[in-house]
DNA sequence: TGTTTTATTGATTGACGAGTCAATTAAGAA
DNA sequence: TTCTTAATTGACTCGTCAATCAATAAAACA
């Protein structure tokens, strides 16, 4: 009983079920039908809209990104303080919307694909380069010429807290990921203006 | 052409094969035969000495871990100066050996199946605990109460540079690993002993 | 010498899964 | 009403791959 103007409800669906999919699997072991299923629909139909396995985990990708961006995009919005702005970033990170144990697994999985795909690479890419250049224009006010390598040390920190979360049993422990950044972010900051 | 005593060269050979195939693809969809061709024998023979691809896997991650850990062990072997301890072991994360862009891949690869195979979450966290508590007593006579806290973002800090490692297009930025996470470790003594 | 044990493989099985396709349904256009 | 077009699926094809097995070859042993 067709309906018309399904694609782009079919199309989130499908993502959104991609994610959990994944996520619920801990794994890209996950087939089409499965996320069909749980998109309540047929796997021909994700074949339908997406064409292939690696494009409908391309758009779950894309999706992932463009979520974590706006909700960084609103948390800056009206921010000007600079210290207070790197806090709003870092905790942006450890939000639960980005930071649920689903999505975290997708992403680690995401992150791991992208050493087979470019195209997965190149997505990586561009959403790293946001972070560290947010990083950058906060820190170079508070520390001049040391922002750079700050910012590096900061993304890697993240990453990892990221990475380490996904494989933590208990529950999501935001709070104390968000404590370590900032921890490290004031020493950083408090030796930076010193020198 | 049965030569006797065959079975521990071919469980090594095999296991080298796996972390070489795992690191060359990026990714553990390898196939029994592909490994057991770079090894040179046949998939049966794999089958026959380690009983199934899991098992495999899970001897390959094994071996990483305890290569990671003699070498480790190695460089701290005679050191007594907390400040001198702390730095061979972050040296010895980012040693040429462990840290080539096959095995960073197959490490990290082996970190994400973790999510699927308890008995690899159990290796894995069996290696944290040992890094921690290396990290945890030559920070003690630095700091104090707050080695705890500073093993804890170290490790997150290793893990996120070793990510970012697997990524990278170019050659391997093992020094610049270990300046970052010896600066923190700098800043973070330093702050601790003026506590 | 014949028998057992270890090493080894080619061939086979059985399952599973991505992608294709022809067929069905209904909404809108002519 | 008739035609076109979007939505949707069940059934099918074609590969691939883990795992098994029966067979072979050569040590060691009796």
């Not at 064409?51 to 961006?69: H, I, N, P």
């Not at 609103?74 to 939000?95: K, M, N, S, W």
């Not at 561009?126 to 040390?153: C, F, K, M, W």
Request: glycine share 6%.
């Amino acid at each position: 009983m067709p309906k018309l103007g399904m694609e782009p409800i079919r199309r989130q669906t499908l993502v959104a079920a991609t994610i959990a999919e994944i996520g619920a699997a801990g794994s890209l072991e996950v087939t089409m039908s499965q996320i069909a299923r749980r998109a309540g629909v047929s796997s021909a139909l994700a074949h339908h809209y997406f064409g292939s396995k690696d494009k409908l985990f391309l758009a779950a990708m894309r999706t992932v990104l463009t979520d974590f961006g706006t909700e960084a995009r609103e948390a800056l919005a009206g921010q000007t303080d600079p210290q207070a702005r790197l806090r709003a970033i870092v905790q942006t990170c450890f939000a639960p919307a980005s930071f649920r144990p689903g999505v975290v697994a997708a992403w680690l999985n995401f992150y791991v694909h992208a050493l087979n795909s470019d195209a997965t690479l190149r997505l990586l890419r561009l959403y790293r380069r946001r972070l560290h250049s947010n990083l950058v224009h906060d820190l170079r006010p508070l520390v001049g010429a040391q922002a750079e390598e700050i910012a590096e040390t900061t993304g890697a920190l993240i990453d990892g807290l990221y990475i380490r979360q996904a494989l933590k049993s208990d529950g999501p422990l935001a709070d104390a990921a968000v404590r370590h950044v900032m921890a490290y972010l004031d020493l950083a900051i408090a030796a930076g203006s010193r020198a």
